[in-house]
């Protein structure tokens, strides 16, 4: 039972273009959604994350979209380079909880 | 920034072998966690501990075993080592206060042939 997917598996973009890689959830009691960033031969970083409590989250180039009614979530890349080109996972933890629930991941390729 | 040590970074073993991965984080973290990561399943969950001696079943914990022995040591292990268990592990760490960013280690990958 997969409690947190994510859309689509992968994804090529150009540099320049905006990246949009989607995730749903299924437990009401998450409240904490963090994104992670994995390259190749590295363990996951996180790169940024939202609270239920907001709607929109910004970090530089990075936008997370949260729509709480819907439980699903987005993660915009915009201005994509080259070197975004990893695995994205979106992730989930409810209140009183202490472990994450991971999505699948996205591979994303970003082409020159 | 928060460092977490894995060793070794690459095993084979033969099936029915026995393995230990081992863990150090540096951070005093409270919560330490053991992950599998596999191609088309993301990162599944075995084990975590909230402390030494404290050991936390996770979502995938079949034919796995996990003992933490101080704050700072969390150890994975394989008794029977079957083919299935061939991935790559993740050990990770958080910190309870705040309980937010999870820190995770470069992985070892396993082999079982």
């Known amino acids: 039972q997969q409690q947190v997917r994510q859309s689509p598996q992968s994804l090529t973009v150009w540099e320049g273009e905006t990246a949009i890689l989607n995730c749903s959830y299924e437990?009401?009691?998450?409240?904490?959604f963090p994104w992670y960033q994995q390259f190749p031969g590295e363990g996951p970083a996180l790169l940024i994350s939202?609270?239920?409590?907001?709607d929109k989250k910004e970090d530089g180039r990075f936008t997370i979209f949260f729509n709480k009614r819907e439980k699903k979530l987005s993660l915009h890349i915009t201005d994509s380079q080259p070197g975004d080109s990893a695995t994205y996972f979106c992730?989930?933890?409810?209140?009183?909880?202490?472990?994450?629930?991971f999505g699948k991941g996205t591979v994303l390729l970003v082409s020159p | 920034e928060a460092a977490v040590t894995q060793s070794p970074r690459n095993k084979v073993t033969v099936t029915g072998g026995n393995v230990t991965l081992s863990c150090r984080q540096t951070?005093?973290?409270?919560?330490m966690y053991w992950y599998r990561q596999d191609t088309g399943h993301g990162l599944r969950l075995i084990h975590y501990?909230?402390?030494?001696?404290?050991?936390q079943i996770g979502d995938v914990p079949d034919g796995y075993k996990a003992t933490r022995t101080t704050q700072e040591d969390f150890f994975l292990l394989l008794e029977l080592a079957s083919p299935s268990q061939t991935s790559l592990y993740f050990c990770?760490?958080?910190?309870?206060?705040?309980?937010?960013?999870?820190?995770f280690g470069k992985g070892t990958r396993l082999t079982v042939v």
């Open positions: 501990s909230y402390g030494a001696g404290n050991l």
């Open positions: 992730a989930a933890r409810g209140s009183g909880y202490n472990k994450l629930t």
């Open positions: 951070n005093s973290h409270n919560y």
């Open positions: 939202i609270r239920s409590v907001s």
């Open positions: 437990d009401s009691t998450f409240n904490y």
């Open positions: 990770a760490s958080s910190d309870a206060s705040t309980n937010t960013e999870v820190f």
